[in-house]
């Protein structure tokens, strides 16, 4: 399964535009990338998802270029409700049954005022 | 629409006991995952139920065994508990595909906060 590198931690400010890259060098044809926020003593939560090009949720933008090593989460104007743990994960599911989860450690976003 | 339930929230065990966490996947849902949590550190995928049956295993000992029954719902058994027990074990559902690629994210639980004294 691919393995993902991320920052480990972010700052910033309230109202600013964050974006969070994720390295995923050895993706595979039939992965997806994921993204999760986890809160403290909180299950991870889904936040966007994609195979290529641009996705865009309520929350969320996914950008991810044409050959999918990286992708890059982009969260408009931050509150600081949305100070967590950021993960990226890359998988896929093949015949029938959901391929298991591998979690790197994540990017904990900071939010100050 | 009911997300992923787990059962209890808190649990506190000694060295050496045996402890069964449970888990109601989202409506809809059939298949379940479980993961265990350290404090800091990402979850870490034990193992996966789908049909009733064990699907995929990640690198936990034969003291962790599950079971998935017909409503879908799923328990996660651990023996012979040791100190490094001690984390949230989170439980995912997503739903399988149709024998062809499925890109259904799982969907997890809050946990259960295991603690070993």
């Known amino acids: 399964l691919a393995k993902t590198t991320q920052p480990i931690s972010m700052d910033s400010y309230e109202g600013q535009e964050v974006n969070i890259t994720c390295s995923h060098n050895?993706?595979?044809?039939?992965?997806?990338i994921t993204w999760y926020q986890q809160f403290p003593s909180q299950g991870p939560r889904f936040i966007i998802q994609g195979y290529k090009t641009k996705v865009t949720n309520e929350v969320a933008s996914l950008f991810i270029p044409a050959d999918r090593k990286s992708s890059t989460l982009s969260l408009p104007r931050v509150s600081l409700s949305d100070t967590a743990v950021y993960y990226c994960?890359?998988?896929?599911?093949?015949?029938?049954?959901?391929?298991?989860?591998?979690f790197g450690t994540g990017t904990l976003l900071a939010v100050q005022p | 629409d009911a997300g992923v339930t787990q059962s209890p929230t808190h649990l506190i065990k000694t060295r050496g006991q045996q402890v069964t966490l449970r888990c109601s996947p989202k409506s809809g849902h059939d298949t379940v995952s479980w993961y265990q949590q350290a404090l800091g550190q990402g979850p870490q995928f034990i193992f996966q139920y789908y049909e009733e049956e064990e699907r995929q295993r990640g690198n936990f000992p034969d003291r962790f065994s599950g079971h998935q029954f017909p409503n879908y719902s799923s328990e996660l058994n651990v023996n012979a508990l040791l100190l490094g027990d001690s984390a949230l074990y989170l439980c995912?559902?997503?739903?399988?595909?149709?024998?062809?690629?499925?890109?259904?994210?799982?969907?997890f639980g809050d946990g259960t906060r295991l603690s070993i004294l």
């Open positions: 994960l890359v998988g896929g599911t093949y015949g029938g049954a959901t391929n298991k989860l591998i």
């Open positions: 995912a559902s997503s739903a399988a595909g149709q024998g062809g690629w499925s890109n259904q994210p799982q969907h």
């Open positions: 050895n993706i595979a044809t039939n992965d997806y």
